[in-house]
């Protein structure tokens, strides 16, 4: 895969293949044409694309020569009249041949210096995998390793489909490990006692690819309500920050935990108790959230990592607190606790996306017809 966002690449960022002598493997492809509408090769582009699918992701980047070997070796190009056509028509076999259907397929073209351009095709490691290209009276499993696409057999497909059923088990556990840090898990601060949102923000292949994100202080997703003292500490795996409330710098109202593997947790007390009252204020969950979805979707799509995302939540430290809604009324005390929100998988993780979980914060509270989201979130 090319390490930048797809809609940056640009020319030199594929000549730089060559240059530096990149090869066709595990998630990396190149082809010199377009495909084509004959059967044989209507197969071979469905075969590609799900081979990617099944695997880990990866790139097709048509109109690149390879040696070969495998090596790319010069950048033709395609011609680009009729492109817009080529494009749909490949979308529309995506579509229509690959059971189950893919969540996410992507199609950037790159214009050159020619006069003609490239196209990249990005196939995000899939959640419903593994995926079968039906064509015809034909229809085939296909995976990927370091030397292309192979035709899965009996036992590599019962284990494509055991590790589909493990991914949102396995995702949940990553979002449970930072539930049991904002409850006094090794951090170098400490949360202030009250009721807390507790997001996880994390590339649907994170389970798949080994990344090593170097986070730094300039780059690291600060956490919401980060005003004040804020604190920056590299560990082993990650950087965390924490923004200070009071004298003790240890003592936290937030944090954001950087990971190197390529997602973000973060935690932020949303209420407190006043004049004997449990409190949560509104605009410290729903602005705050979609604040901090999209920071940290951002800040990981600036390291070249793609959707499709994924975004958990819990709340906790919540029973008995109640949400003041305006004109000081209070909605009913949560009585559930840890209240798990739930997990959302999106390609582009819009505001509007978010409100399930959004909603499911509002029934912790009693009320079964929650309000819109709020008017900052909906510019999205």
């Known amino acids: 895969m090319i390490e930048r966002a797809l809609a940056a690449i640009v020319e030199a960022d594929l000549l730089l293949l060559i240059e530096r002598g990149r090869t066709e493997g595990r998630r990396l492809d190149f082809k010199r044409d377009l495909p084509g509408g004959g059967e044989s090769e209507v197969r071979e582009f469905l075969a590609d694309v799900t081979s990617f699918a099944n695997g880990d992701g990866g790139d097709i980047v048509i109109g690149m020569e390879e040696d070969g070997n495998g090596t790319a070796s010069a950048l033709p190009g395609v011609p680009t009249e009729s492109l817009d056509s080529a494009i749909l028509a490949m979308e529309a076999r995506v579509r229509d041949c690959v059971d189950a259907r893919l969540p996410a397929f992507h199609v ?17 490691a899939s959640l419903l995998a593994p995926h079968r290209a039906v064509y015809g009276k034909i229809s085939r499993f296909h995976g990927r390793n370091s030397r292309g696409k192979f035709e899965m057999d009996t036992t590599e497909l019962r284990t494509a489909f055991d590790a589909s059923g493990s991914v949102p088990q396995r995702l949940r556990a990553l979002h449970d490990r930072a539930v049991a840090l904002s409850q006094g898990g090794d951090l170098p601060c400490v949360l202030e006692r009250g009721p807390t949102m507790v997001m996880t923000v994390t590339p649907l292949s994170v389970l798949r690819e080994a990344r090593d ?36 710098p240890r003592i936290a109202r937030a944090w954001s935990y950087n990971h ?59 029973r008995g607190f109640a949400v003041i ?14 209240a798990f929100l739930g997990q959302i998988t999106d390609d582009h993780l819009e505001p509007t996306s978010l409100k399930p979980m959004l909603d499911a914060f509002w029934r912790v509270f009693g009320v079964d017809d929650p309000p819109g989201l709020p008017e900052s979130g909906s510019r999205a």
């Open 325 to 338: 809604t305006g004109d000081d009324h209070l909605t009913s005390a949560a009585w559930q606790d840890p």
């Open 213 to 248: 994100v170097r986070f730094v202080r300039e780059t690291a997703v600060l956490p919401p309500n980060a005003a004040g003292g804020i604190f920056m500490t590299p560990g082993l795996d990650g950087y965390v920050v924490h923004a200070q409330i009071g004298d003790d």
């Open 260 to 318: 190197r593997r390529g997602y973000v947790d973060m935690a932020w007390v949303i209420g407190r108790t006043r004049d004997d009252r449990g409190i949560v204020w509104r605009r410290y969950v729903d602005e705050a959230l979609i604040a901090a979805v999209r920071a940290s979707v951002a800040r990981l799509t600036s390291f070249g990592i793609d959707g499709p995302w994924v975004v958990m939540a819990t709340l906790i430290n919540v």
């Open 108 to 124: 950037h073209a790159v214009p050159l210096a020619s006069g003609r351009a490239a196209l990249v095709l990005r196939i995000p």
